[in-house]
């Protein structure tokens, strides 16, 4: 039997292309985006606008991921930049370069 599935709810969540999303796993109520804005984005289901956005990064966010207390972010930018951001204080916490392994 084929699954179904059914569009609850659509809402801007970038000036540009969204290009990762990820569920947290603790309640399954947040999740994080990341777009071509260089923003990552703090969302609670059922929710059309952000509860916050984290802006630091110059270039397009590729990979977001929640901690498993749903307490930190980590992003990564085409750049090669990663972040890590603490969501109480809504702010990074630093960032490393990355040069990617050829």
Known sequence: MAKTGYKLQEF??????VNCLRIGRK???L???GGDDHNVNLWMIGK???LMSLCGHTTTVESVTLDSA???VLSGA???VIKL????????LGSNRW???A
């Open 78 to 80: 085409s750049s090669g």
């Open 12 to 17: 801007v969540a970038h000036s540009g292309n």
């Open 48 to 50: 059309t606008t952000s």
């Open 27 to 29: 309640a399954s109520r």
């Open 85 to 92: 951001w603490d969501l109480q204080e809504a702010k990074s």
């Open 70 to 72: 749903e307490a930190l």
């Open 99 to 101: 040069k990617a392994l």
């Open 31 to 33: 999740f994080i985006t």
